[in-house]
């Protein structure tokens, strides 16, 4: 929704303030100049890319116009499960959880928190090591090492639709720029015209120009912006449980475990204590 508006601003803005000073909107709709800046821009989109960039950056527009899913209210209800799973294995021993995160679509635990069960990438994270946790001999610093390389490639694989958006953006000034030359070379063999006639042709060849600037800095660069910040909470997100498995591993009660795991947060998602405590004992009743 916050896309949108800032859309409606950046549009009104530069059509409102050209208004203001004068000037006729339906000079700036030359649909030739959008035809040739948009299509080259896709065209070298697809160029420089391979198939899965192309098909994950088509994936990756459409949640910029939704809310982040990594908010408040799901590292609430990731911190109430990391609760239950910890406090069920302090309880009942490690092999009690097994059936929870071998099926976890069909456990009562994942159940009760839908925001989570529901991240299919953030539940495979989680009963992935917490796999490795029932059934190997690994210790803290091994799945440590492990989760670091994981996070690693996850960040830089979610990175890639940003960074392909962000090369579309610096390119389209220079399209613009083409578009704009090309308009002038209309122009040009046109010079037979009447003046008014030719400062018509003129004046589209511009909006080539004003066209990829606008798009660039306008409409696309910030899609590449938005998307960056998307991956970064997704990643800190995967460091919450990171540092709760690990305090688990290293002895800590479930109180105190999910405790480092909330200290991972972003101050803006991160719960208080007495918020946790409360959400926690809400869930458990």
């Given amino acids: 929704m916050l896309v949108l508006v800032g859309y409606v601003i950046v549009i009104g803005s530069v059509l409102g303030g050209f208004a203001m000073a004068g000037g006729h909107l339906g000079s700036i709709y030359q649909p030739t100049e959008v035809v040739i800046i948009v299509g080259a821009a896709l065209g070298a989109f697809i160029v420089g890319n391979p198939m899965k960039t192309v098909k994950a950056t088509f994936a990756a527009l459409p949640t910029c116009f939704k809310g982040s899913r990594y908010d408040k209210a ?27 995160i071998e099926n976890p679509d069909e456990s009562a635990l994942f159940q009760k928190y839908p925001k989570v069960a529901a991240d299919h990438h953030l539940v495979e994270f989680l009963t992935d090591y917490l796999r490795l946790m029932v059934s190997g001999n690994m210790n803290a610093f091994e799945i440590e090492a492990l989760m670091e390389h994981e996070i690693d490639t996850h960040h830089h694989e979610a990175e890639v639709p940003a960074h ?46 004003f066209l990829g600037i606008l798009l660039s800095y306008g409409i696309v660069g910030p899609l590449a912006g938005l998307l960056e910040q998307r991956v970064a909470e997704s990643t800190k997100i995967l ?6 498995l690990l305090a688990q591993l290293n002895g800590y ?8 795991g909330r200290k991972v947060l972003y101050s803006s998602d991160r719960p208080s204590f007495a918020e946790l405590e409360g959400h926690v004992k809400g869930a458990r009743a």
Wanted: hydrophobic share 55%; charged share 20%; aromatic share 4%.
């Fill in 164 to 209: 392909a958006i962000q090369k579309i953006a610096d390119g389209l000034p220079a399209f613009g720029i083409v578009a704009a030359v090309m308009g002038v070379v209309h122009t040009m063999e046109s010079v037979g015209l009447p003046p008014a006639e030719l400062g018509k042709l003129i004046a589209a060849a511009l909006v080539g120009t």
């Fill in 74 to 100: 799901m590292a609430m209800e990731l911190m109430s499960l990391l609760y239950d799973l910890l406090n069920k294995v302090r309880k009942e021993g490690l092999m009690s959880i097994e059936r929870d």
């Fill in 239 to 244: 460091h919450c449980i990171k540092a709760t």
């Fill in 253 to 260: 009660a479930p109180a105190i475990a999910i405790e480092f």
